[in-house]
C-alpha cells in the first residue's frame, strides 16, 4: 500500500489503514518518545497518544512535506505536553554552573555507545532534557522551541547551557570511573 492510499484509508477511518501506519513509523516514533519519556511506559504512553492524535487529526495532513515528518512533530509537541513548563519551572534555576570544568578527554566519550548518551540524558532534569532534545536531537531553533513551551528564548539558551554542562559533568565522572 502507497503512503497516499494509506492516507486517504485513515481519512475513512479504516483500521486496517491504520494499523499499517501505525506498524509503518511507530518504531521509528517510540525512538523519539524514549529521548523525551523517563521511563518505557512514559515513552509508550507518548506513542499511544500521538498516534491517535494522528488519526484524529489526519485530515490537517497537507501533503506540503513528509507524512513521516508530520506524525513526528505530533510525537514531539505529544511529548511536549507531557513534560510541560509546569512541570519543570523549578529546574529553572535549580541548578547554577559555579564552577569551571576541565574538558573532558575525548577516550572519556569515544567508548560511550548511543545507548550509554540515551542513558546520561536521561538522567538529566525533565526541562533540561526537553530543551537538549528539542535543540541537539530535533534541530528546533531557541525561538521556535520557546513558543513551543511558552518560555523566553533566553530561558531556552540558559537551559541548553546548563544541560550541556550537566551532561559534561556525568562524562567526566565517567572518565574518572574508567581510569
Known amino acids: 500500500m502507497t503512503e497516499e492510499d494509506l492516507i486517504k484509508g485513515c481519512l475513512r477511518n479504516e483500521a486496517a489503514s491504520q494499523k499499517e501506519v501505525f ?40 501533503s506540503e512535506g513528509s507524512f513521516e515528518g508530520w506524525i513526528r512533530r505530533i510525537v514531539v509537541n505529544t511529548a511536549i505536553k507531557k513534560y510541560s513548563l509546569a512541570r519543570y519551572s523549578k529546574e529553572l534555576t535549580g541548578y547554577e554552573i559555579n564552577e569551571q570544568l576541565h574538558p573532558a578527554d575525548p577516550s572519556a566519550y569515544g567508548h560511550l555507545s548511543e545507548k550509554d548518551l540515551i542513558a546520561l540524558i536521561n538522567r538529566l532534569p525533565d526541562g533540561y532534557r526537553l530543551i537538549f532534545n528539542l535543540n541537539i536531537i530535533e534541530g528546533y531553533q531557541h525561538e521556535e522551541i520557546a513558543e513551543m513551551l511558552s518560555i523566553q528564548p533566553g530561558t531556552s539558551r540558559s537551559q541548553l547551557v546548563k544541560a550541556r554542562h550537566m551532561l559534561q559533568k556525568q562524562i567526566i565522572a565517567l572518565q574518572k570511573v574508567a581510569v
Open 23 to 62: 506498524d509503518r513509523y511507530a518504531s521509528r516514533m517510540l525512538g523519539v518518545c524514549y529521548r523525551f519519556a523517563r521511563n518505557s511506559a512514559d515513552a509508550e504512553d507518548i506513542l499511544q497518544d500521538a498516534f491517535i492524535k494522528v488519526f484524529s487529526k489526519v485530515k490537517q495532513f497537507k
